[in-house]
């Protein structure tokens, strides 16, 4: 299949999620062909697909990228939830020697001293344990939404990869924070604590603060980065982005 073929396939499947609801989209994906994997941040956005996967007991693989430096109460709520839904995560973690690398580098925090460096520890962390969480999928569920921040405005349902030669699916693409905490309270999806305590977005801990009234919700993620546009690398590809865009979750 050329990569015009799989452009177009992205685009068909674009427009076939657009009209349905998240079960349907999820349950589309799932019997689309091939291996379906969810990667989650266990953000409260994961935590509604998570949900929709476990209570339809769809056959999609849901794993986590465990990147050493996460809040305790985020490493906790991946145990609540796997027993909420009855479920399994796989955890992905970095690969040591790549950890020793960049501390003998850059020193174990040295992401503060510039972005080149905090792209380089979001890479081993995050980038690396990410393309064997995704190894031979077809299908790879996120959940970013277009409300999320202005670099997200333009998030389709689905569109192909052609780094990681997948498709790339956001079934909840149009969903606003209303709609997301609607449905936690309906299904009694657990969610991270620390939401309620002003983190709307949540990444490692050394790497995120809580948000002040007004500001956006990704504002707190690499706070002291002064650009708009900054993202980790998960879901901005490495050739096109500028560097403040390379290295979300
Ligand atoms: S978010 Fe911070 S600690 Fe986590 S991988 Fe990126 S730079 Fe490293």
Not at 30 to 36: C, E, L, S
Not at 95 to 107: F, L, N
Not at 132 to 154: H, Y
Request: with cysteine.
């Amino acid at each position: 299949m050329t990569s015009q073929d799989h452009e177009m396939r992205a685009q068909r499947l674009d427009a076939e999620l657009a009209g349905l609801d998240l079960p349907g989209r999820l349950a589309l994906v799932a019997a689309f062909g091939g291996r379906a994997v969810f990667t989650t941040s266990l953000g409260i956005e994961d935590q509604v697909i998570t949900a929709a996967i476990g209570l339809a007991r769809l056959p999609v693989e849901i794993s986590t990228l465990e990147t050493g430096r996460l809040f305790k109460e985020t490493a906790d709520l991946i145990g609540e939830t796997e027993e909420r839904f009855g479920i399994s995560i796989r955890r992905f973690h970095p690969e040591q020697d790549d950890i020793d690398a960049y501390a003998a580098k850059y020193g174990l925090n040295g992401f503060y001293e510039s972005v080149e460096a905090r792209h380089a520890c979001c890479h081993v962390r995050k980038l690396v344990p990410l393309a064997k969480a995704l190894s031979g999928a077809t299908i790879w569920i996120t959940g970013l939404r277009r409300g999320q921040s202005g670099n997200r405005a333009a998030t389709p349902f689905a569109e192909y990869d052609a780094e990681r030669d997948l498709i790339k699916v956001n079934p909840l693409a149009d969903w606003s924070l209303e709609d997301i905490n609607a449905y936690v309270e309906a299904e009694a999806v657990p969610t991270n604590p620390l939401h309620k305590r002003g983190y709307p977005s949540i990444g490692c801990e050394p790497c995120t603060r809580a948000i002040k009234p007004g500001e956006s919700e990704r504002a707190g993620r690499w706070w002291w980065e002064n650009d708009e546009k900054r993202e980790c690398g998960l879901h901005v590809p490495e050739a096109a982005a500028t560097p403040l865009e390379r290295t979300p979750a």
